[in-house]
């Protein structure tokens, strides 16, 4: 049985609105329909949007959804290095 997912990362700095499903999709072997799971590590207090909803990073610094069609995702300020994106897509 086939399986249709397959997962990566991407590692900032990112610039603020830069559409980072562009990126993903970029750098992916394949076209990708969404991202059906991220995991993003990032300093508390950092704001992003996924799809259309806002994000805000909490206290232990990291973000999870295993349960998302995910087309679109950017912050809204710049941010460093240290900002992780762990993905699967499909």
Known sequence: MGNNTCSGQI????KANQELFNLIQHNAERP???IKHIGIQAP???VLSLN????EIGLT?????????LRSIFFYTDVAEDVIIDYIIV
């Open 11 to 14: 590692q900032g700095p990112f």
């Open 32 to 34: 990708i329909m969404y």
């Open 44 to 46: 508390q207090g950092t």
């Open 52 to 55: 259309t909803n806002t994000i």
């Open 61 to 69: 610094g990291i973000y999870e959804n295993d349960n998302i069609a």
